[in-house]
């Protein structure tokens, strides 16, 4: 299993999927938001869908890359 310790996880979306799940931290950093609105998207059900095992949130690439299509294609859908 490759370490990611201090690599950039926007470069995680912009490059391939890693042999990871993201954590509500990464998501935090990707979007640039504080760690508390990651959480609170979680809880209103409107940022990217995320899920547990066991205790622990996690998020898969995948989901967040089409969880960002979306938001683009309705704001194109807006403007």
């Known amino acids: 299993m490759t370490t990611h310790q201090g690599a950039d996880p926007r470069a995680t979306l912009r490059g391939g999927l890693p ?40 998020y898969d690439p995948a989901d967040v890359r089409a969880y960002v299509t979306d938001r683009k294609d309705a704001d194109c859908d807006v403007a």
């Open 19 to 58: 042999d990871r799940y993201l954590t509500p931290e990464d998501i935090a950093a990707i979007f640039g938001v504080p760690i508390e609105t990651v959480y609170q998207w979680r809880k209103k059900r409107t940022g990217p869908p995320g899920f547990r095992i066991g205790k622990h949130l996690r």
